[in-house]
């Protein structure tokens, strides 16, 4: 918007010097040519003068003239008798004596001024008049009096394309100037005008990386203030919103974790003080359902705040990261013989921008899936590369029986579960949750076929030297787990 309003005002500078400068240095140019014609004219007239005079003095006094008028202008005079081609002692004859011009003068007493080009002029002027006798003779019209002769003035126009420099180029510099101190004035009103906007911009920046006590000054013109409050309050009734929603989310984690928890501690009480097997069996299946119910609340609460986006992303060192979850999670691999293999081109470690917590949700839900669906003795393979200056890649990629493309379709759907062992045993919210939290904080999220066999899990992340900028998901056929 900057640069439009730049060329704008530049534009509009350049139409008003065009209007005003170019008509003047036309009629000054016109001027000049007019002047010199007039002065060239004016001279060549009055030896025309000297010359009807017919006295040997009129004669000398014309040649003294001639010779005085090519030493100090840069014209040269010629002159021809009546019969066109014979001198005027002691003037020499000219060089073309017989030329249309000299024609024109001798028999019909025409003057002719030729500027040698239709553009501007030539490089000579050439003005021919004829010489009547008698000292008032130029005056006569012709059959009144006789010709006796021609004179020609051949004016080098050098100097006036000189002057007709002068008075364009001083006028084109003078322009660029005024169009140069314009583009930079320009600049300064065009950022003035647009500060608010880039205010509010930074304002609306923010907010979208979640950080809700942005707000925008209200300055500039009428129209951005009012724009400003309206932003403003809209972030206020957000933030308020967002607050009564955490302080929910509080309220549910306790008022449906106590309960669950209570009711599983009394199916344990019950089931350690039974000894009937099938009554014990009815209390091992209310006891999976309540666990599973307890994985339900958690996942929905994990997903509420996930929603909420109560915190904005921050730089996060991903390879190191990396290395601590899967510390966590190798103890549990090992007791079934699976193997957790890191591996990538990103052994300087890329820093992402991810929310406070929300990557180790993302990664112990992406591995908990990964280890319940590798068989014994398997191996779970997680690659961490860069994709470009803007973009960490994190694959997760199991040995399982993989999904189909129908399952990867539906696999970020909330309480969707599969047909394999997350899908009997998980809430169906684990890649929701996955998608949910990585598409907050800028990235994205997309499902494939691994090498071999498999799933493969793909997260892409924004670096910490992307911030404005956000990488939406690659598109690859979906799929969902537990």
């Not at 021809?80 to 007493?109: C, S």
Request: hydrophobic fraction near 45%.
């Amino acid at each position: 918007m900057i640069k439009r309003l730049i060329v704008s005002y530049v534009a509009l500078v350049a139409v008003a010097l065009a209007a005003f400068t170019v008509p003047v240095a036309f009629t000054l140019t016109a001027q000049l040519r007019a002047d010199t014609e007039e002065s060239v004219r004016r001279e060549a007239t009055t030896m025309a003068l000297l010359l009807g005079d017919g006295d040997e003095p009129a004669r000398q006094a014309l040649s003294r003239m001639a010779g005085a008028y090519a030493d100090e202008t840069p014209g040269t005079v010629e002159v021809v008798a009546a019969d066109g081609r014979g001198a005027v002692p002691p003037l020499p004859l000219p060089e073309h004596p017989g030329d249309a011009a000299f024609t024109e003068a001798l028999r019909r007493g025409v003057t002719t001024v030729d500027w040698g080009s239709r553009l501007v002029w030539g490089p000579e002027l050439v003005i021919t008049v004829p010489v009547y006798e008698g000292r008032d003779a130029a005056r006569g019209a012709v059959g009144e009096e006789r010709i006796v002769g021609a004179v020609r003035i051949r004016y080098a126009t050098a100097d006036l394309t000189d002057r007709l420099w002068r008075i364009w180029g001083f006028r084109a510099i003078l322009a660029v100037g005024v169009l140069a101190i314009a583009a930079g004035l320009g600049a300064v009103v065009a950022r003035l005008l647009t500060k608010p906007l880039r205010q509010l911009n930074d304002m609306a920046s923010r907010f979208g990386d979640g950080d809700l006590t942005a707000r925008s000054p209200v300055t500039g013109p009428q129209e951005t203030r009012t724009l400003a409050r309206t932003l403003n309050q809209g972030a206020e009734r957000l933030d308020t919103l967002v607050a009564s929603q955490r302080i929910f989310v509080a309220d549910a984690s306790h008022q449906l974790r106590t309960p669950l928890t209570a009711l599983r501690l009394a199916l344990d009480n019950i089931a350690d003080g039974v000894d009937d097997a099938f009554v014990r069996e009815d209390v091992d299946q209310a006891t999976a359902e309540v666990v599973r119910m307890s994985r339900l609340v958690s996942g929905l609460l994990v997903l509420a705040r996930a929603e909420a986006k109560v915190s904005a992303p921050e730089p996060l060192a991903l390879r190191e990261l990396v290395e601590e979850r899967l510390n966590v999670w190798r103890p549990a691999a090992d007791e079934r013989g699976v193997t957790i293999v890191l591996t990538g081109n990103a052994d300087d470690g890329p820093r992402v921008l991810a929310g406070p917590g929300s990557l180790d949700q993302v990664l112990d839900n992406v591995l908990s899936n990964a280890l319940e669906v590798s068989p014994d003795r398997g191996t779970i393979t997680v690659r961490v590369e860069t994709d470009g200056p803007d973009e960490a890649v994190l694959e997760i990629l199991d040995q399982g029986p993989g999904m189909s493309a129908a399952e990867q379709a539906r696999a970020f759907d909330r309480f969707w579960r599969g047909q394999g062992l997350t899908g009997r045993t998980g809430s169906g919210l684990g890649l929701a949750i996955v998608k949910q939290l990585v598409t907050d904080d800028g990235g994205g999220v997309a499902l494939r076929d691994a090498p071999g066999g498999g799933l493969c899990v793909r997260i892409g992340l924004r670096t910490a030297a992307d911030v404005p900028r956000r990488i939406s998901p690659r598109p690859a056929p979906p799929r969902s787990g537990g």
